[in-house]
């Protein structure tokens, strides 16, 4: 079962240009963590939310999650190649064994020079 | 801190044959370590868990005969694909739990990519 949508499921956009990637669900998470893979790597963890309302800013990273804790959003400010990457939202659920995630589909972004 | 080590990074066998992926978390003590598979450009999809000393719980639809896990011991885990087959070819990660932590922040290794021919 799917329990977070993630959306765009891809994203090609100019170097520059703005762009949210979107994590929903209708269940209440007790921790969003978003992440970034490369191909042929692991993930990398860029950020973890866990207070509704909260909002966390890495660099021209903006995340936010929802004040119910179902949904998150992440924002980037003028895009850069180097953004390019699978980017990964999950979420945690307070009854299920720690560390254990509910994985979006992914967003994979492509930003052009 | 909090390092995860897969080996090897990528591995190509025979049709047949048994191949094993190993997991370390290098710096900290793993309570609970996950084992993904993924396809290209797609997410993770969550294969089992397994805890240090106990059985693996698998996921749904996941053959526990064909991929065996072991959990010897809170540093290491490892993924045993038995009889592999081309079907099973893909990129396989693990994330480890760091027992210091409350977060559940999941801390991933490199991934191990199986081709089998």
């Known amino acids: 079962t799917q329990l977070l949508e993630q959306s765009p499921q891809f994203l090609s956009i100019q170097e520059g240009e703005n762009l949210t990637v979107y994590c929903n669900s209708s269940?209440?998470?007790?921790?969003l963590q978003w992440y970034r893979q490369e191909p042929g790597e692991g993930p990398v963890l860029l950020v973890t939310?866990?207070?509704?309302?909260e909002v966390k800013k890495l660099k021209r990273l903006t995340f936010q999650f929802g004040d119910a804790r179902k949904d998150s959003s992440l924002h980037i400010t003028a895009a850069q190649p180097g953004d390019t990457g699978l980017y990964l939202c999950?979420?945690?659920?307070?009854?299920?064994?720690?560390?254990?995630?509910?994985f979006g589909r992914g967003t994979q972004l492509t930003v052009w020079p | 801190g909090a390092v995860v080590s897969q080996h090897p990074s990528w591995v190509i066998c025979k049709s047949g044959t048994s191949v094993k992926i190993e997991c370390r978390s290098l710096?900290?003590?793993?309570?609970?370590m996950f084992w993904y598979r993924q396809f290209p450009k797609q997410s993770l999809m969550l294969m089992a868990t397994?805890?240090?000393?106990?059985?693996?719980?698998?996921e749904q639809g996941v053959e526990k005969d064909k991929f065996l896990i072991n959990h010897a011991s809170l540093t290491l885990s490892t993924l045993t694909v038995t009889s592999a087959h081309p079907e099973d070819s893909s990129f396989y990660i693990c994330?480890?739990?760091?027992?210091?932590?409350?977060?559940?922040?999941?801390?991933f290794g490199e991934g191990s990519r199986l081709t089998v021919l």
């Open positions: 994330s480890a739990t760091d027992r210091g932590r409350s977060t559940g922040e999941l801390f």
């Open positions: 269940s209440v998470f007790s921790s």
């Open positions: 939310v866990v207070t509704g309302g």
């Open positions: 999950a979420g945690a659920d307070r009854g299920s064994t720690l560390g254990r995630l509910y």
């Open positions: 710096d900290f003590q793993a309570t609970t």
């Open positions: 397994s805890n240090e000393g106990s059985k693996a719980t698998y």
